[in-house]
């Protein structure tokens, strides 16, 4: 019998103030998938993640999520600047039952995967840009999620920071067969944490496959995308 997907996007439409940002978007991940969610800026690949871990609504369609033990990595850090490193993470462990001991662990654990541990006393703004992010990570993840939603997990890393990352959720999605959906730009991100590949233009999904069908596809917006050139259907209005 087939598996079902962990989640089913099914004609997602959603628009703000009056104008259409996701316009019919389509598509399924499976237990133990990676997706990498694709697109020119502000083609609506945040506002996609918001809507699945239901932060905002949608105006119509349907998300089915089959767990919802879901975590989500901001863009932006999205950290409690008056909490510190320490009490950020307890938060989202605010609902579980673990005594105080257990809730330590858990975090000296995380904070140690992200290379953080010296740092579980500070404050957000204390920290560099890219140690607020690794800190954003460790909060996604501090429940061990069934359902991973990563937006730009390694944009502004270092380079053997982010292969600490892009490793960390292929474990994760090897341990927990987490459904995972990553919005990223970063080609090394891309190129090895995802088994396919969805490129968005219009508020709509135009391509799918693998990241080396991506490469070599001769789509016409995934060729533009996948090799920045200025010249193709996307984003013609700004030349
Ligand atoms: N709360 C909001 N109110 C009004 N407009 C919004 C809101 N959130 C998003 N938008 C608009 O929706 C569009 C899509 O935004 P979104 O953040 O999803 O883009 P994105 O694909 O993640 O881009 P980027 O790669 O730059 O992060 C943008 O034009 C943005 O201005
Ligand atoms: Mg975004």
């Known amino acids: 019998m087939a598996i079902p997907p962990m989640l089913e996007i099914v ?3 959603k628009g703000f103030n009056g104008r259409d940002v996701l316009c019919g978007l389509t ?4 237990p133990g998938e990676v997706l990498g969610l694709i697109g020119p800026s502000g ?3 945040s506002t996609t993640l918001k809507l699945i871990c239901e932060l905002i609504m949608p105006d119509r369609g349907e998300i089915i999520r089959r767990s919802n033990e879901i975590g989500l990595v901001f863009q932006g850090s999205a950290l409690l600047n008056s909490l510190t490193v320490r009490e950020n993470l307890a938060l989202a462990l605010r609902h579980r039952r673990y005594s ?3 809730e330590e662990e858990i975090i000296r654990n995380k904070l140690t995967l992200v290379g953080l541990i010296d740092y579980i006393d500070a404050y957000p703004t204390q920290l560099s840009g890219g140690q ?8 996604a993840i501090v429940n061990n999620p ?4 990563y937006d730009e997990p390694t944009t502004g890393l270092d380079p053997v920071m982010s292969t600490i990352i892009e490793d960390y959720m292929i474990k ?3 341990e927990l067969k987490a459904a995972s959906i990553v919005v990223t730009h970063q080609y090394s991100t891309w190129t090895r944490t995802t088994e396919r590949v969805l490129l968005m233009h219009a508020g709509k999904s135009v391509w799918e496959g693998t990241a080396q069908e991506a490469i070599e596809s001769d789509n016409p917006y995934m060729r533009q995308f996948a090799h920045a050139t200025k010249e193709g259907p996307m ?3 700004l030349l």
């Not at 598509?27 to 499976?30: D, P, W």
């Not at 607020?132 to 909060?139: E, I, L, M, P, S």
């Not at 069934?146 to 939603?149: E, G, P, Q």
């Open 146 to 149: 069934k359902i991973i939603l």
């Open 11 to 13: 004609d997602l439409w």
């Open 172 to 174: 994760l999605k090897d």
């Open 235 to 237: 984003l013609s209005g």
């Open 100 to 102: 105080k001991a257990e």
């Open 43 to 45: 083609c609506g690949k």
């Open 132 to 139: 607020q992010k690794r800190t954003g990570f460790a909060r």
């Open 27 to 30: 598509f399924n991940v499976q």
